[in-house]
């Protein structure tokens, strides 16, 4: 079975709005990011996070491990926070990430 | 720091024909990695280096595909024969050890 799943598949906000991003997998990991690829496709490392709650401006990461699980939580979203927003799994010194389908995540004015 | 830096930004091949797509890795990083990212199969792990040496390319067809990287500077991932399931983009990462990956912009091939 998949062994990462994330949700909401799409999201559509409005300007300002806040939104929370999940992603769930199914096998133990030491290692987790998250990335967000631009609509033109370049992939940008947002957060390495295998544990705990992270912070970067607008951006919280929350991961924890014994639930497999982490969040996103984009605050006061911005038109150019359009993308999607993608989380991967691995082991500690394994680059062998799996990554979710991803959350295509688009913010209207 | 220019980044990663792959090249040609958009192949596009006949099948049966070879494809050779190249990536400079971010100066100082030791490990390279590729990935394919298509709609249906989403992003897909092929093989990685570290210092130069192949590590593990359990992602990779065995047959058509190979990947090199004989100096620091740059790497190559090569598939012969090309078939149209080959379509993908080909996204090229390095890491300096910090397990954070950086992509290049990736290359776009397009097989007929």
């Known amino acids: 079975g998949q062994q990462v799943q994330q949700s909401p598949a799409s999201l559509v906000l409005q300007e300002g709005e806040n939104a929370e991003l999940q992603c769930n997998f199914s096998?133990?990991?030491?290692?987790m990011q998250w990335f967000y690829q631009r609509p033109e496709g370049s992939l940008v490392s947002l957060f390495y996070n295998p544990s705990g709650t992270k912070q970067s401006g607008r951006l919280t990461s929350t991961t924890v491990i014994k639930e497999r699980r982490s969040s996103l939580h984009i605050s006061s979203s911005q038109i150019t926070d359009s993308g999607t927003y993608l989380c991967a799994i691995g082991r500690t010194g394994n680059y062998k990430y799996v990554f979710g389908a991803g959350t295509r995540l688009k913010v209207i004015a | 720091n220019a980044g990663v830096i792959q090249t040609p930004r958009h192949k596009v091949t006949g099948k049966g024909q070879e494809a050779t797509l190249w990536c400079e890795p971010i100066s100082g990083h030791s490990a390279v990695f590729w990935y394919r990212q298509t709609i249906v199969q989403g992003l897909e792990f092929l093989t990685y280096f570290r210092n130069q040496a192949p590590i593990d390319d359990s992602g990779m067809p065995k047959e058509r595909f190979s990947a090199q990287m004989p100096n620091q500077s740059h790497s190559t991932l090569k598939i012969q024969s090309t078939q149209p399931q080959d379509s993908a983009v080909y996204l090229c990462?390095?890491?300096?050890?910090?397990?954070?990956?950086?992509f290049g912009a990736g290359t776009r091939l397009s097989v007929l």
């Open positions: 096998t133990s990991l030491n290692s």
């Open positions: 990462a390095s890491s300096g050890g910090q397990n954070t990956l950086y």
